[in-house]
């Protein structure tokens, strides 16, 4: 079986869970922000694609089964951060550990990746020499490489420094089987550290705003955490979903869509540095819609969740992993939380513009 996906979004013209909306004449920023409006965009401009060519599954990346029974993972990214340079990364470290993520989230180890820049006239040569050094770096850090890529010059004003498309293919260990569709009844839902640092960082560096609190972009690969926890949990753990645009909010969201779930977390046991609270508080923002570059959420059978806790907590990537909720049913699709107070509330996919330019 070949599939193949649109990054983050289910390819439905209607999907379960989701009220389509009049779409505007424009496309605006919101619509990049991988929540309700880029589903609406995606769905209204490539559904023309359809099923036939494998565009509805919402996956982090396309499983392809080779004649020798091998599976390959592929996925494709592309990065228009703005500054290119933040606390903790840059552009180029983004690009590497994002595209190596969406492998990780399908149990893959990365076999290589290519790089295409898309390069404004009038960018500094050190910050790009700087830019790919990050790049190299960060696929030393991942165990893997750049296998080809390609370099465009635009005229200034057209990319604003610079644009980085990434793709990457990687190795399916045998046996290995995740996807939002694999929700059961009872399932764990485990993450692997505090959210809401990485778009944080991005915010306060893009706007220089005197936020309380030193933040740094959580931006790392994550596949040697996945191997961890695929080791631990074996066919136990059911889901992996890097928490990119949209944050845990979009990835249950997708989750609960795929499965038809009910799933539903405690909201005093997701980790949040007491900082970014405070910070999405003032801001108005909800740290479970943030965007991450070093996270992931996973879904994991019952009897193995403990195992798989303590694989992340074992891992410096995972150091303050924590259980947060489980899937309470397979009969409704729909995401909740329960708060400190007791009452549950909605967790809605993010809509309209929140953070653009985050990765």
Not at 24 to 35: C, F, I, M, Q
Not at 63 to 76: D, H, I, Q, V
Not at 352 to 359: K, Q, T, V
């Amino acid at each position: 079986m070949t599939m193949t996906r649109v990054k983050d979004e289910a390819i439905r013209r209607t999907s379960p869970g989701v009220e389509r909306a009049s779409l505007p004449e424009a496309v605006l920023l919101g619509h990049g922000g991988g929540g309700r409006l880029m589903q609406e965009l995606i769905a209204d401009c490539l559904g023309v694609l359809g099923p036939a060519n494998g565009l509805d599954q919402p996956n982090d990346a396309a499983c392809l089964e080779l004649p020798s029974g091998e599976r390959l993972a592929f996925t494709t990214d592309s990065f228009v951060v703005s500054p290119l340079s933040f606390p903790g990364g840059d552009v180029g470290r983004l690009a590497v550990c994002g595209t190596v993520n969406d492998l990780a989230a399908m149990g893959a180890q990365p076999l290589g990746l290519s790089l295409g820049l898309v390069i404004e006239e009038g960018l500094q040569r050190e910050a790009l020499a700087q830019i790919i050094a990050s790049i190299r770096n960060a696929c030393e850090e991942a165990g893997t490489r750049i296998l080809t890529g390609d370099t465009k010059v635009v005229e200034r004003g057209a990319a604003d420094g610079l644009f980085i498309n990434t793709s990457g293919v990687g190795l399916i260990a045998p046996g290995v089987l995740l996807g939002g569709e694999r929700a059961r009844a009872g399932d764990r839902v485990i993450v692997n550290g505090p959210l809401a640092d990485h778009a944080l960082a991005i915010l306060a560096a893009r706007e220089e705003l005197p936020l309380q609190g030193d933040f740094h972009s959580d931006c790392a690969p994550l596949n040697d955490l996945t191997a961890a926890v695929l080791e631990a949990g074996g066919n136990g753990v059911r889901a992996l979903r890097d928490l990119t645009r949209g944050g845990l909010a979009a990835a249950l969201n997708e989750i609960a869509r795929q499965s038809h779930a009910h799933v539903q977390i405690v909201e005093g046991a997701v980790p949040v540095r007491p900082a970014a609270k405070a910070a999405c508080d003032l801001l108005g923002h909800d740290p479970l819609s943030m965007a991450n570059e070093g996270k992931l959420v996973a879904l994991v059978a019952p009897d193995r969740a403990d195992d798989v806790l303590a694989a992340m907590q074992a891992h410096a990537l995972g150091r303050e992993a924590a259980i947060v909720g489980e899937v309470k049913s397979l009969d409704e699709c729909r995401v909740t939380a329960r708060t400190a107070l007791g009452p549950t509330r909605i967790v809605d996919l993010p809509s309209g513009e929140l953070l653009p330019r985050i990765c």
